[in-house]
């Protein structure tokens, strides 16, 4: 199974770009699949996107395409989330979480605060 | 996109008590609906996989079944640490999750 540990909290001015990182141990990580999902205050769980490392081409939520790149290091075994042009509702806390369907190991969670 | 609905959003229940949660697909998703609970400043945890096969270190007294577009996550015997909102998800096309349903221990 597969551990996962994200990069530290953030704070953004709308406008900025996010880069949040995941560091993944343990199993294969090329063949592992990764997603992004973010809880925003008092709201639910949202996927966002994902890859599998040895693929280029990520999947992305219909909402963010255009505005958030998944990206995967195999070298480092790190996936990477890249989301511009925050504004406050991007306020959340984002995991990553691996898995191709049922996502069993989920990191720790970064939280990333927009404000002016 | 595939959106699953759940209900109830909330529910106050007693120890020891038999929940009962559903969640219903608006397209068939065969057997690809795993079930998850969030505790405040924690991590989701797996509690079942693939609509009704159990998970490592999950107590027995969570189940689920269910196929297609209608499911159910039953907890036989409420304790007082699964206050917590459980959440539905999707992954037979891309992934989606439930809006979650909020379980409070009276």
């Known amino acids: 199974q597969v551990q996962l540990v994200q990069s530290g909290a953030e704070v953004k001015k709308p406008g900025s770009s996010v880069k949040v990182s995941c560091k993944a141990s343990g199993d294969t990580f090329s063949s592992a699949y990764i997603s992004w999902v973010r809880q925003a205050p008092g709201q639910g769980l949202e996927w966002m996107g994902g890859?599998?490392?040895?693929?280029?081409?990520?999947n992305i939520a219909q909402k963010y395409q255009g505005r958030l790149t998944i990206t995967a290091d195999e070298l480092t075994t790190t996936v990477f989330m890249d989301l511009t042009s925050v504004t406050s509702e991007d306020t959340a806390v984002y995991f990553c979480?691996?898995?191709?369907?049922?996502?069993?190991?989920w990191g720790q969670g970064t939280l990333v605060s927009v404000s002016s | 996109e595939i959106v699953l609905t759940q209900s109830p959003d909330f529910q106050s229940v007693t120890p020891k008590e038999k929940v009962t949660i559903t969640c219903r697909a608006s397209q068939s998703i065969s057997n690809y609906l795993h079930w998850y609970q969030l505790k405040p400043g924690q991590s989701p945890k797996l509690l079942i996989k693939y609509a009704s096969q159990s998970v490592s270190g999950v107590p027995s007294r969570f189940s689920g079944s269910g196929s297609g577009t209608d499911f159910t996550l039953t907890i036989n015997g409420l304790e007082a640490e699964d206050a917590a909102t459980y959440y539905c998800h999707q992954s037979r096309n891309l992934h989606t999750f439930g809006q979650g349903t909020k379980l409070e221990i009276k």
């Open positions: 890859i599998m490392p040895s693929h280029e081409k990520a």
């Open positions: 979480a691996s898995g191709h369907d049922r996502m069993a190991s």
